[in-house]
């Protein structure tokens, strides 16, 4: 039963991945399996690291095989598994609804990450000062790259770039209420990366899009390495501050899902899309109220 529901979380975070303004670690806080995914990864970019260090004799081959056993590998291969369900399943509907129906994709998820704040909330219970100053932080920092805009041209994009891209993407996976893709918009890079996978779909593999694919994947290695063990002594030692910043983020990540945008308020469709909103939002409250996720959160620091 605990495969099944691995599996299963894998899923919701694969259809979470897919959809512009979501992603799959705001999922896995809503899941109740934040810790346990931030553990994976720290497992993952551990001996990353350690392999870098076997690599230039730093280690030896018995500490670079201990680090290889401590990652949790039944656990993060059923994730992968449900992910890819979840994302080869749902990811023509969504597309398919948000091509189409963009309001109505909006609406839905805009219900469900509103009604997630209530986790970093009760997380938090009696915020002080600083941990109302992380929650402005948070909101003021990715209101401010939603706004920025694309700002760099697709072809010609410096390689140091692509790196930073890389390093800063992995924020999209750890931090939930941000999105890869709005990371990468404001560089510039998202748009590179579209085209990369495209043209390697198509077999299309030149010397120069290998190396920029190459140059993004070491940049997601080094953020990765660097960036979870930042988060996970946060989450150890400093955690209502932490979650105070997420909540920040993803109050600034409704921004970008607001679903009345190009609608008018009083016409037919608003009220379908207000009906929708709050369904999901209803829904999403009761399953939180019933799973009380922030409860796995708070027991596994």
Known sequence: MKGIKNIFDGIIMGIAEIVPGVSASTATLLLGIYDDFLNL????????????????????????IKSFKKINFSYGIQ???????????FSNIVDYFYENNKT??????????????????????????????????????????????????????PLWLIFIGGTISVSGMVLPGVNSSFVLIPLGVYELILKIVKEFSRLNFTFELITQALVFGSGVAFG????????????????????????????????????YQNI???????LIISVLLIISLLLTSVFILKTKPEEEVTLKR
């Not at 990864?41 to 081959?61: A, C, M, P, Q, Y």
């Not at 008018?264 to 608003?270: I, L, P, R, V």
């Open 104 to 157: 109505v994709v909006q609406a839905i998820f805009f219900g469900i990450i509103l009604a997630s704040i209530i986790i970093p909330v009760k997380v938090v219970k009696k915020p002080n000062l600083t941990d109302l100053l992380f929650l402005i932080i948070g909101f003021v920092t990715f209101f401010s790259v939603l706004k920025m805009g694309q700002v760099s041209d697709a072809d010609s994009i």
């Open 264 to 270: 008018d308020y009083t016409s037919k469709d608003s």
């Open 79 to 89: 994730l992968f598994i449900g992910m890819v369900i979840g994302i080869v399943l």
């Open 41 to 64: 990864l720290e497992g993952v970019t551990n001996f990353v690291r350690d392999f870098l260090h076997f690599i230039i004799k730093k280690i030896s081959k018995d500490k670079l």
């Open 224 to 259: 990765l390495i660097s960036f979870v063990k930042v988060l996970k002594y946060a989450f150890k030692n400093h955690i209502t501050k932490l979650f105070s910043l997420i909540a920040g983020i993803m109050l600034a990540s409704l921004i970008s899902l607001w679903p």
